[in-house]
């Protein structure tokens, strides 16, 4: 079966440019996540989507960050007007979240290396 | 504020030794708390867990302890390997949120 897959592995794009990046969970998993691992960092939660549910966005660090999750599956974080703080590794995760948290364990993609220059 | 710290950022073994690698964390909601290791240009996988409720969590080399009290955990491996080497980060979780710590670079050396 196949784990999460994240696209691009890596983009490296000037200052000011808008980026997409994509996540794609594994089949059937309800609960999905991104993630921000920045240089020397600890994982930084960004958002956390749940099936039909408003999705909680209290991660995002401003404005310029969105992301949406179509038809329960596939995801993209957008990062509007790029700035070189953003260049770190972006990591989505997802999971079957049935409610304990031996369900919630959440499995990683590779993310992806975003460099803003 | 950091709520999960793991304050060594590196520690290096002997292959065949033990391999302690602690954490600490400051939020008492937290109920949950697990390891994951992570190789370079790897997402981290998931490795071991711990409820609240529970102090010890043993899973065939690795071994978890929780200190609720000193809201401490700590991670253990024994035989340590050179195939362990990789970043490890505690993470502790309330509901659905995992919170991280910045990890630790684990050389176990032949």
């Known amino acids: ?117 | 504020d950091q709520q999960v710290k793991q304050n060594s950022p590196s520690l290096s073994v002997q292959e065949g030794r033990i391999s302690i690698l602690n954490c600490d964390y400051t939020n008492s909601m937290f109920d949950y708390f697990l390891w994951y290791k992570k190789y370079p240009a790897e997402g981290p996988t998931f490795l071991i867990s711990i409820s609240s409720i529970k102090d010890k969590n043993e899973d065939g080399r690795f071994t978890v302890f929780l200190n609720k009290s000193a809201k401490h955990l700590s991670l253990h491996i024994v035989p340590s390997q050179p195939g362990d080497s990789a970043v490890y980060f505690c993470a502790a979780s309330s509901y659905y949120k995992l919170t991280f710590g910045k990890g630790t670079l684990l050389t176990v050396n032949p």
């Open chain 1, 1 to 117: 079966g196949a784990g999460v897959s994240q696209s691009p592995s890596n983009k490296v794009t000037e200052k000011g440019k808008d980026v997409e990046l994509r996540c794609d969970p594994i089949s059937g998993h309800t609960a999905l996540y991104w993630y921000r691992q920045s240089l020397g960092q600890g994982l930084e939660f960004l958002i956390y989507f749940q099936g039909n549910s408003a999705p909680d966005k209290s991660g995002l660090p401003s404005d310029r960050f969105s992301a949406e999750r179509t038809g329960g599956s596939v995801s993209t974080l957008t990062i509007q007007r790029t700035q070189q703080e953003d260049s770190a590794v972006y990591l989505c995760a997802s999971s079957s979240a049935k409610g304990t948290h031996v369900d919630n364990e959440q499995f990683f993609g590779p993310g992806t290396r975003l460099t803003v220059l």
